[in-house]
């Protein structure tokens, strides 16, 4: 007979969790499967810990984005945002839907045209692009959105070194009324320096001013802001009508736009809170539609949002390496995972799910990483059934950032896996190895 584990007793405060209409409200649901495949299944094929992403809930939430903002704005052009996530599967299920590539960076863009985007279908945003990389995005047609006024500059000066008339938008900061203002990027529109800009570009004849830009910030939660912004945008492309008789082909709102995740701090849950992608689509195209615009010069809306289209199409897999009690009397569970690979843990309450069936007893407990790092906490507190070693569980939306802003810290990278619309499952980023990390690494013939 197997001894039976002995756990010495403990007093703790009850505690029954927030209540409404039905009782306490409990999340102790286990789940055993993503999509129609056993989380156990995908485990054992491809180890722990495991990120998997959802072919069919990336396209669901493309499609019903694309729709929403559609019937509302005859002229609508989504740009995956490939900071959010630039695993090549991913971006291709993107493109395939139809959406052209937003890029920050050389090694971005140089991504999108490998996963095949034409270059006219890329828009390259960000503060920092070198001399070769504006000179081969202009040869391209790129959509080039310039932040600053040494950028500026620079393109006049490649356009007439190359013999070359980049399309260029500007990126245009104001404000929202959201705070702390994300100034930092563009040129500002209230104190005049977006105007500023529009007419040295119109005035060297060098380059072609097509567009307008603004990204107000990330994880927004105020449609209202959204409306602020259409309406500077507007009122620029208005004036460039009026004063240089040149339309504005298009109107950029950036991204922004939150998953349902809930942040760190937050009194009720992110699906409680967050508004609807509806609600930021009419704060947007009413705004524009109302404008006065005549219906041949209607801006092209664009939108490189990304988290909202991704992040509840991830998870995340993981094993309980053991368990322990704090000096508190807590129980603490340590995992296989930590935040060098949920990144996002930083600012997000992660909704964290048993993998198997378990009892009726939930206790509080702190959910740490396997990392020496005293921060290496993916909940720090969080009321769940006991967990024993061996156990797994599962991670919820977790597919915006954490592959892009993971570390390789102690421990290595694990694999990634797509189940697509057939749920068979492919590894589209295999996990690391030493001898992957060490191929890298050259060691001086003295220190040999």
Avoid at 35 to 60: A, C, H, M, N, T
Avoid at 137 to 145: D, E, P, V
Avoid at 180 to 202: H, L, M, S, V, Y
Wanted: with cysteine; glycine share 6%.
């Amino acid at each position: 007979m197997e001894k039976v584990r002995y756990e010495r007793p403990i007093i703790q405060k009850m505690n029954t969790g927030l209540m409404n209409k039905f009782g306490t409200r409990t999340e102790f649901e286990p789940v055993t499967h993503i999509e129609s495949v056993s989380v156990k299944s995908l485990i054992s094929d491809y180890g722990s810990p495991l990120f998997v992403i959802s072919e069919k809930q990336i396209r669901r939430n493309f499609q019903n984005a694309t729709r929403i903002f559609k019937t509302r704005y005859p002229k609508v052009q989504f740009a995956w945002s490939y900071k959010t996530n630039y695993m090549n599967a991913v971006c291709q299920i993107f493109h395939q839907e139809g959406s052209w590539a937003e890029v920050v960076s050389g090694f971005e863009y140089e991504k999108a045209l490998g996963n095949g985007v034409a270059g006219n279908k890329i828009i390259f945003n960000g503060p920092i692009k070198t001399d070769s990389e504006l000179v081969k995005a202009a040869q391209n047609g790129s959509l080039i959105h310039i932040d600053h006024y040494d950028e500026l500059y620079s393109l006049i000066r490649l356009s007439e070194e190359f013999d070359i008339k980049p399309r260029v938008a500007i990126r245009v900061n104001m404000d929202t009324g959201i705070y702390p203002k994300w100034d930092r990027f563009g040129f500002n529109f209230e104190n005049g320096q977006a105007w500023n800009a529009i007419t040295r570009i119109i005035n060297s004849e060098k380059l072609e001013l097509v567009g307008l830009h603004c990204h107000i910030g990330t994880f927004m939660l105020s449609p209202q802001a959204y409306t602020i912004a259409a309406k500077c945008l507007c009122e620029l492309a208005w004036s460039v009508k009026e004063k240089f008789n040149k339309t504005i082909q298009y109107l950029d709102l950036g991204g922004g736009f939150p998953s349902t995740n809930t942040l760190k701090g937050a009194y009720l849950p992110g699906s409680d809170t967050v508004p609807s992608i509806d609600q930021f689509a009419d704060a947007i195209t009413d705004v524009i539609l109302g404008f006065g615009f005549k219906q041949e010069d209607l801006p092209l809306l664009v939108l490189e949002t990304g988290r909202a289209l991704i992040d509840d199409a991830g998870f995340l897999l993981g094993t309980v390496l053991a368990t322990k009690r704090l000096s508190d009397g807590r129980r603490a569970t340590i995992l296989d995972f930590g935040i060098n690979s949920l990144f996002t843990s930083f600012w997000y309450e992660h909704k964290v799910s048993p993998a198997q069936a378990f009892g009726d007893y939930t206790e509080e407990m702190v959910l740490y990483g396997p990392l020496c790092m005293n921060i290496d906490v993916i909940r720090e507190s969080v009321t769940m059934p006991p967990l024993e070693k061996g156990n797994h569980l599962v991670v919820h939306k977790v597919g915006a950032y954490n592959m892009t802003q993971w570390m390789q810290f102690i421990t290595l990278r694990p694999n990634v896996v797509l189940i697509d619309n057939e749920n068979n499952t492919h590894v589209i980023r295999k996990a690391e190895s030493l001898e992957y990390l060490e191929s890298l690494e050259f060691v001086p013939e003295h220190l040999k």
